[in-house]
């Protein structure tokens, strides 16, 4: 693409005694892309490609509406699973195992995740090497394959000794694996706080743990928590460091403790695809449905938390 600016620059005064000055001609700038052959292919081979994915992605939601609707009724979510009758099976354990999971995860990652953004943002110095470090190994644990948490995890509980297929085994996966989005997402929060209120409260005579505490961080708290509930949505859906695991796929009992065995909805739904029987295929689809009612109003409840809660500084 190139850019054609054109300008005309308003000539200096006449010297005192000189002739008048040449009347002043308005600033003009001239911008456009290249229109060649090559440069639009590009364009529509573009958009193109963003529209396959669009239909590819609603042919696969209208296809799993359609098979799992006939299956989505109170038995798939109050009954257990069943390896004999399949047209009797359901999802009860898979959603509390859910929910016990993404309960225990979010207490250990939310508080180390904040804990974390705040040293780094507010209290590490610039130059420390240390902190530098921090910021290096948290930008590339971002990018770490998720089935790559559930080993380190696997090698953890063993090592002192906990369950693998346990609720909290599984539990640390998912910390370790949405800590580093919870980090970076509440740096961001902190840095859009205007610097103004630090230096307004410094000033008032507080520490600077006062005004982290009473100042920033409550100001920072819609963007955290926006960033915590898109980061737990997508610990929801995650299925390969809790298979790795060992997560049961014939579950008949709540999960009733942190050392509980579990299963989650994503194991179910690996578990019930992977049959060949076409009435586990419908109930697998009538779990993606349920997957992804929770995972829509988790990020409606996102979307309604930055809204209602959205401050311009």
Known sequence: ????????????????????????????????GDRNFTSMGFLVLLWLSLAFGIVVLAVLLVDTFIDGLPRLDSRMLTSYTSQVF??????????????????????MAVPIGVGAAVYLEEFASKTS???????????NLAAVPAIIYGMLTAGLVVTVGIRRNSILSGAIALALLILP??????????????TEIRQGSLALGATQMQTVARQTLPAAIPGIATGVILSLSRAIGEA??????????FVQYDPNGLLSGFSTLPIQIYDWSSRPQVAFQTAAS??????????????????VIRNRSQRRW
């Open 1 to 32: 693409m190139s850019v054609d600016t054109r300008a005309t620059i308003d000539p200096p005064d006449a010297l005192e005694g000189g002739t008048e000055a040449t009347p002043a001609v308005t600033l003009r700038a001239a911008s456009h």
């Open 86 to 107: 399949p047209d009797r099976a359901g999802a009860r354990a898979p959603i509390l195992g859910s929910a016990f999971v993404i309960t225990v995860t979010a207490a």
């Open 129 to 139: 090497a240390f902190a530098r470090m921090v910021e290096l190994n948290v930008q």
């Open 240 to 249: 390969a460091p809790l298979l790795l695991l060992g997560g049961l796929v």
């Open 286 to 303: 009538a779990a993606i449905i349920i997957l992804l009612v929770l995972l829509m109003a988790m990020n409606a409840v996102a979307i």
């Open 181 to 194: 989005v919870v980090i970076v997402t509440t740096r961001e929060a902190l840095r859009a706080v205007p």
